[in-house]
């Protein structure tokens, strides 16, 4: 019983005349703007909106809700993402007056409970991440990566080096390269071994006096801990570079180890992932860095200070090596208020935990699917792991196996695992249950799966079966773009 | 408190099921001496009850616009937010979900991506929008390296100083690494200076960012400055005030190439300076240089109308290294919100909001300044914010007086602009009533 | 044009050259094994006219939804024409890669580089590549 005439394009539901507001008339003597402006700054007609009553606009964004997979309504193993649950406390902690409602240039003596939650935030990613120097704010994790090379950018110069290289393994996340050549940098790729580990070899052959960073994700995309972490980390030290840890992976190890504490000089959280902000549908996000004593003069102003003698805390602007900002304002405020009370909710005792059931139900998840799908990096993983549905195609003759298996599971309710990424691994159906599913949930999928893949080729590569609209042509939709909706031409 | 579900019980069967003994036996992988070994030293995790009260007792520190009355804009502003933006985009089904990488179940979020896009079209009058980017500041930065892209010009931008002094501190961090010259031209005046611009503006430039309203709040010369761009092949990128679009020409229509803006104001509380919404739109030609995501339509198998996330080999995870940027997410929520603030809106809401802040504006300037101590900084057209000259020079003091009164009088600008020290800028949006600008302009000339 | 009488890069692109007034023009496009192992088109990215391409190095870039991958141009020289119409009709790539999938032509500055290679050398690395 869907509302299909609810959810027609916005525009389709107009009607001139009507409107969604009736704001109330002015209260100051009015006046002709068109005295106030020079000539032609003004616009000859308002702007050609839809025209809907409120009831419509309801209806039309409820109804548009509920054709979404979300994780209040399914289970969303989507991997490197760390779909966990999105506690309503906080949602209803960030909605507060006081943290809602208030100007960023507003005094500091009016926001001095803000300033606390922010400085409290930032001690607390230092001691997570054994990394002492924070700032809060980049606004995504892509974020957080070009500042922390800007930053290394930045050092080199002070230290009158010219370093021109940021290098990354092959499994990086695309943004890892992206991030190098906005900050300036040549990007060189590192192969991994079959292990799924950083060929040292190759990194060796790779390292000299033009080595600025090298960016790896640890826990990898892959799932795994690279244990050579420490060796790599002395390389890259031995020749003058720095080691940046993209923090994409931080679930898995909160509590167990530190960033710090196995050689990465700078990192990034992504609080929405691994403190829960909720995803939003594609954002916002937020990316916060943290790096060691000696690179803290470079990161961004302002960051929160407290000042000892009048016990206040403060925007700390007067910080002369700063790179400057990377962002309007302070950041993404209502994403770090709720990573400030995700993890004041669970305390140093709840986020080891948290690392120690992602895990379990990770590899719990993997000894359910590694019976019917490959997985080709071993028996054992962190948070999250990559199966292969190469061996399935072959079998069936299908030429995309993992993406037709994700559609098939749409079918079932489940939302699918990352597809086709990492790139090192063909056919990658990438898992991350996260620590806040339930074994009953994890036997389920499993279940389904399993089942999945024993079902006919001509099922797998027509599903998904049940969704509102079947595959996408997305050829069509590259090849002539239609990216706007217009009036139609009758 | 976790949010960790599985019994003593459940978990041991998961470990008899993965063979291992022990939890500790997953994390044998990460060497010994890598591993922390004592309890991180953080505060001890609280229950709901507890954490809502701790929070609940700093959120009272801070003093929110509910109790008093905010004059201060700069770039986030005190708009009405509707009812119905907060209930929508509250669901969990909006909130809770990601990145739509599987459109056959995210129809919802295609869909109002798409809408986005053509409303921003609509306000902007630009032919193509992304799906949002983070917010005005980087997206004014992300224009501009998109405007080297276009012109393939990589040696020169021009800025003008009326330009958000923040926007131009991040396109200076942006740009000290890519080796590009940034020209500033200073706009003493209040506006733009026509013939500076055409002075600096020659063959290797790429692009001339000018803000409208800029950042004193007065109206400036779009159409002029965008020929003289053009007569050099250089874009004109603008930052745009939405809430200005109800009542001003629309950027599109001006000659504008590439159009960005800080879409607070279209829904968004002020959540101390973010998270907010990034807008981009430019002309259809540059639409395989536009950073973000994008949403497109197409038809299924079944010749179904429907939606996808398109051009997708613009995007770092396709193109890594060589990729328009490195933004991965849109700010998807915050799209949402423009887009039902949008919709409630309409055109005549749009043109009412807009013609309320200048209305009010301007009565409050004149209030103001008929009293000896004040005076227009600028003699220009403004838009809902003036720069009003304090002529005892006590800026201080007079902000002072007005906290004490419950007031946020105004931004002092003289920490970015020296010449500026002696000056306020003084914001009024339509949520400001006769009588509270009248309080302010009492509590001024106490 | 016929396939067998063209010349190969190694990174599948072909070329076929003819004498002008002195001069030697070199029509270059891509052969009808990188269509087919890029599926399905959706973009096109040409040089202008008057670029100066070099031999091995990126001239332009094809792309499917999910990849991009680099042009390389076989010849040095000058860009004298482009095919403006194939960024409408990258159906043309399927149909008829060697004649009106042509790319650009390029008026060559110096020989032709000695790498290419001739169809059944180009035919037998195809052959061992899938």
């Known amino acids: 019983m869907r509302n299909t005439q609810a959810t027609n394009l916005i525009f389709e539901l107009s009607q001139p005349g009507r409107s969604g507001v009736c704001l109330a008339a002015s209260d100051v003597p009015k006046q002709d703007p068109a005295e106030w402006f020079p000539a032609g700054a003004l616009a000859t007609s308002a702007p050609p909106l839809p025209e809907i009553s409120e009831p419509d606009v309801v209806r039309h964004f409820t109804n548009l809700s509920t054709l979404n997979m979300s994780v209040d309504t399914h289970y969303y193993p989507l991997g490197s993402c760390t779909m966990k649950y999105n506690p309503k406390r906080n949602e209803r902690i960030a909605a507060f007056d006081g943290l809602a409602q208030i100007h960023p240039y507003q005094p500091a003596e009016t926001v001095q409970g803000m300033l606390q939650i922010l400085y409290g935030l930032q001690d607390m990613l230092a001691e997570i991440s054994g990394l002492p120097v924070v700032s809060l704010q980049p606004a995504a994790g892509a974020h957080g990566e070009l500042a922390a090379l800007m930053l290394a950018a930045a050092y080199y110069r002070e230290r009158g080096e010219k370093r021109t290289t940021v290098l990354a393994p092959d499994s990086a996340h695309g943004t890892n390269p992206a991030s190098a050549r906005m900050a300036g940098f040549d990007f060189v790729t590192i192969p991994s071994c079959s292990d799924g580990r950083v060929d040292i ?35 890259v030290h031995d020749v003058g570079g720095l080691i940046y840890l993209d923090g994409a992976n931080m679930n898995a190890i909160l509590g167990i180890t530190r960033p710090g504490d196995f050689g990465a000089d700078m990192m990034h959280f992504n609080p929405h992932k ?51 900002r990377v962002r309007s304002f302070f950041g993404n405020v209502g994403v770090l208020v709720r990573a400030y009370s995700y993890i004041l909710s669970h305390g140093p005792v709840g986020l080891k935990r948290i690392a120690e059931n992602a895990v379990l139900n990770a590899n719990y998840l993997l000894s359910q699917v590694k019976g019917f799908l490959d997985v080709p990096l071993g028996n054992r993983c962190m948070h999250e792991f990559v199966a292969s549905a190469e061996s399935i195609g072959k079998q069936n003759g299908l030429n ?14 489940y939302h699918p695992p990352t597809v086709y990424f990492p790139l090192t691994v063909h056919e990658a159906m990438m898992m991350e249950p996260t620590e806040t599913e339930s074994k009953q949930t994890l036997d389920a999928f499993a279940k389904t799966l399993k089942a999945i893949v024993q079902e006919s080729p001509e099922v797998l590569a027509a599903a998904p079966h049940s969704t509102i609209i079947s595959r996408p042509d997305e050829v069509q939709a590259a090849r002539k773009p239609i990216l706007k909706w217009t009036p139609k031409q009758d | 408190m976790p949010y960790v579900f599985n019994t003593d019980d459940e978990q041991a069967e998961m470990l008899a099921a993965i063979g291992a003994a022990s939890i500790e036996e997953l994390f044998e992988c990460i060497p010994q001496d890598m ?67 599987q459109p056959e179940v995210s129809q919802g979020n295609l869909q109002v991506m798409f809408e986005y896009q053509t409303l921003i079209c609509q306000l902007t009058g630009m032919d193509v929008s992304n799906a949002s980017l983070y917010d005005g500041g980087t997206a004014a930065a992300e224009a501009m390296l998109m405007a080297m892209s276009v012109t393939r010009r990589n040696k020169k931008v021009v800025v003008a100083s009326s330009v958000h002094p923040e926007y131009r501190q991040i396109l200076k961090t942006y740009f000290a690494c890519i080796g590009s010259e940034m020209v500033i031209v200073d706009c003493g005046t209040g506006t733009t200076p026509v013939e500076a611009i055409a002075q600096v503006v020659d063959e ?48 599109g229509d001006a000659g504008v190439d590439i159009v960005v803006a800080e879409g607070q104001s279209l829904g968004t509380p002020l959540l101390y300076g973010g998270p907010y919404l990034g807008i981009m739109a430019c002309r259809e030609s540059f639409v395989r240089r536009l950073p973000g995501r994008i949403a497109g339509e197409t038809v299924d198998r079944d010749d179904k109308q429907c939606w996808v996330l398109t051009l997708q080999t613009r995007e770092q995870h396709i193109r890594r290294e060589k990729a328009t940027s ?88 003289g920490q970015w602009y020296d010449e500026l020290e002696d000056c306020l800028l003084i914001t009024i949006t339509e949520k400001r009533t006769k009588q509270e600008i009248d309080e302010l302009v009492n509590v001024l000339t106490q | 044009m016929n396939a067998e009488e063209l010349m190969y890069c190694p990174t599948h692109e072909w070329v076929s050259t003819t004498g002008e007034n002195g ?10 094994f990188a269509v087919e192992q890029l599926t399905d088109l959706v973009y096109m990215e040409l040089p202008d006219v008057g670029n100066q391409v070099v031999a091995g190095q990126e001239f332009g870039e094809v792309e499917s939804v999910k990849a991009v991958s680099p042009m390389y141009s076989p010849v040095s020289g000058e860009v004298i ?21 042509w790319i650009m032509k390029v008026k060559l500055s110096g020989v032709l580089p000695d790498n290419l290679l001739d169809f059944a050398a180009y035919q037998k690395q195809c052959a061992e590549s899938s």
Request: glycine share 8%; proline share 5%.
């Open chain 3, 81 to 101: 024409a482009v095919n403006d119409e194939l960024t409408d009709q990258l159906e043309t790539l399927n149909d008829d890669p060697y004649t009106a999938g």
């Open chain 3, 23 to 32: 001069e030697t023009i070199a029509t270059i496009g891509i052969s009808a």
């Open chain 2, 204 to 251: 290797d430039t790429a692009a001339v960012l000018i803000q409208n309203p800029n950042f004193f709040g007065n109206v400036e010369d779009v159409t002029l400055i965008s020929e003289i761009a053009h007569a050099q092949g250089a874009l004109l990128v603008c930052s745009v005030d939405p809430i200005s679009l109800g009542i001003l020409q629309r950027p």
């Open chain 1, 274 to 324: 691994t403190f829960s902000g909720p995803h939003g549908g594609g954002g916002p996000g937020a990316g916060p860095i943290c790096v060691t004593a000696e690179l803290g003069a470079y990161l961004p102003k302002p960051i929160v200070g407290f000042d000892d003698s009048s016990q206040t805390y403060f925007l700390d602007n007067d910080r002369p090596k700063s790179i400057g």
């Open chain 1, 201 to 235: 070899e190759k990194l060796k052959e790779h390292l000299n006096d033009q080595t600025a960073v090298f960016m790896i994700t640890n826990p990898s995309t892959l799932g795994l801990f690279d244990d050579q972490v420490q060796e790599i980390s002395d390389l």
């Open chain 1, 400 to 413: 995309q196996p993992a993406m037709d298996i994700a559609k098939r599971l749409l079918d079932y309710g």
């Open chain 2, 326 to 413: 490195n933004i991965c997410t849109n700010q998807g929520l915050f799209a949402l919100r423009a887009a039902i603030y949008l919709s409630l809106m309409g055109p005549q809401g749009m043109q009412d909001v807009a013609n309320l802040c200048t209305q009010k504006a301007h009565y409050a300037a004149e209030q103001l300044t008929q009293h000896d101590r004040f005076e227009l900084a600028f003699s220009d057209g403004f838009f809902k914010e003036f720069v009003v000259r304090d002529t005892q020079n006590d800026v201080q003091q007079l902000l002072q007086q007005a906290c004490e009164n419950n007031i946020l009088a105004g931004l002092p600008l």
């Open chain 2, 35 to 101: 591993q922390l070994k004592r309890a991180l030293n953080i505060p001890a995790g609280l229950g709901e009850m507890e954490l809502t009260a701790h929070l609940q007792a700093l959120s009272v520190q801070n003093k929110s616009i509910n109790e008093q009355t905010c004059f201060l804009g700069g770039g986030s502003y005190d708009h009405f937010v509707p009812a119905v933006v907060d209930a929508l985009a509250s669901r969990g089904e909006f909130y809770t979900s990601y990145t739509p990488y």
